[in-house]
């Protein structure tokens, strides 16, 4: 796909106003608009300007072909995107859209699903996992990425991450008894810019799932029944999805080799060597070493921890995944979230600024905790006192992790609690 129409984004704070700015465009049937002549293959912009704002299928033109539409296939004189001449959705490419704020409105149409049954995964996806999950209010997670034609991802010689290439797709399924609730692509439109976008399911209960629409701007949330109970589902907004994935984090979170390196279910190979056979790595990565590896922090859909893990490698794991993107140094990004002390996996816990150390965040409701780590004591540890604290609809509680959970982990919290017990004094 041709992007060189997109005006470059200089910063990456231009990133959070387009996360958190979009605009629908039509239903998913009816007349198409004109679509507008525009330049052959032009689309987006182009045929925004020309065309008339059609509904997502159908017509000449079809949909996000209006004032600023998307261009999702060939325009020209029989106008663009997602509508066919016959009427036929035309299918995407699996690929970040030339309009930002217009994401396709059905994950059937993206091209990352397989359009008669978007709960499979394109053939061009590859599945993997990782070693130490995001928690995620208790949901089972399917993930899969997907490279635009002829690139590869750059593994860091450093820091071990996996460096995707402009144009890649990360693909997230969320599932509570075997019932999709949510899936997210996370795309890398350019060099400076990722985005995010939501799709909510159809098919509760007894239904069959057979669509998922894009979510808005802001955040959403639903009682979904799956047929063995009612899960009630957050869908963040576009911006909650970057203060996640910021600019210290490089973007993407969980790739990299400490998270990559393992077995999938059902394989016999490790990742590395499967991937590295499948032809992805622009140069054959270095394997890490046992200690840089992550450990499953406690039992769930990925397995058990190894039976050597200690428990400080559990719990510095845990923290790694899901607190380690905001609590690192900023490494001269403005707009590190939280540079004051570092919770990634390979920090020292003297280096990581935590113990014994005044929070500067205040107290927590209820709490006298006012060191971020209390050797010997959890309740006094405010890191655990905020992992402890429900989710309240203002967000006024203080609860860590801030964005993307609205559910304490039990299993976690004890795993962290543990680990406090078990440090007897600071380094």
């Known amino acids: 796909m041709d992007h060189s129409h997109r005006k470059p984004l200089l910063a990456f704070a231009a990133l ?38 059609g509904s997502v299928s159908g017509g000449a ?12 296939g060939g325009a020209g004189a029989a106008g663009t995107a997602n509508g066919g001449a016959g009427g036929a959705p035309v299918i995407g490419t699996c690929s970040p859209p030339d309009d930002l704020y217009n994401p396709i409105q059905n994950l059937s149409q993206t091209g990352c699903v397989d359009p008669t049954d978007p709960t499979k995964l394109t053939a061009r996806a590859v599945p993997y996992e990782v070693n130490s999950p995001l928690w995620s209010d208790g949901a089972d997670k399917t993930r899969a990425f997907v490279l635009p034609a002829g690139q590869k991802i750059h593994v860091d010689a450093t820091t071990g991450k996996w460096v995707f290439p402009v144009g890649s797709v990360l693909i997230k399924n969320f599932l509570f008894d075997g019932k999709f609730v949510e899936t997210r692509l996370f795309m890398h439109a350019d060099a400076s810019t990722w985005v995010g976008y939501g799709y909510k399911w159809n098919g509760q209960g007894a239904a069959k799932q057979t669509e998922a629409t894009v ?3 802001g ?10 109970q009612t899960v009630h589902w957050f869908y963040p907004s576009r911006q909650n999805c970057m203060d996640c994935h910021n600019a210290v984090a490089g973007g993407s979170l969980g790739p990299s080799n400490a998270q990559m390196y393992r077995v999938a279910t059902g394989h016999t190979k490790n990742q590395f060597d499967e991937f590295q056979t499948m032809g992805l790595f622009d140069a054959p990565p270095v394997a ?20 050597s893990a200690t428990l400080d490698q559990k719990a510095r794991s845990y923290l790694q995944a899901n607190c380690a993107h905001c609590h690192q140094p ?3 990004f403005v707009m590190s ?8 996996y390979a920090t020292s816990l003297k280096d990581a600024k935590i113990c014994d150390v005044a929070t500067s965040k ?27 604290e429900p989710y309240t609809d203002s967000n006024t509680s203080g609860r860590m992790p801030q964005i993307g959970t609205h559910v304490v982990d039990a299993d976690g919290l004890k795993l962290i609690g543990d680990w406090i017990t078990s440090i007897k004094s600071c380094p």
């Open 219 to 228: 955040q959403d949330d639903i009682m979904f029944d799956t047929g063995k």
């Open 16 to 53: 959070l106003l387009v996360a958190g700015c979009s605009s629908t465009a039509g239903t998913p049937s009816g007349q198409g608009g004109d679509g507008g002549v525009g330049a052959a293959g032009s689309g987006g912009a182009a045929a925004g300007a020309a065309g008339s704002a």
């Open 215 to 217: 979510v808005g701007i």
């Open 337 to 344: 979230p939280f540079p004051n002390f570092d919770l990634r």
């Open 362 to 388: 205040g107290t927590v409701q209820g709490s006298t905790a006012t060191t971020i780590l209390k050797p010997g004591s959890p309740m006094d540890s405010v890191m655990w006192v905020r992992m402890n």
């Open 330 to 332: 900023n490494d001269g």
């Open 61 to 72: 033109g079809g949909a996000m072909a209006g004032a600023g539409g998307i261009a999702n």
């Open 288 to 307: 890490p070493t046992a200690d840089q590896v992550l450990v499953t922090p406690y039992s769930g859909q990925l397995g058990s921890p190894p039976a």
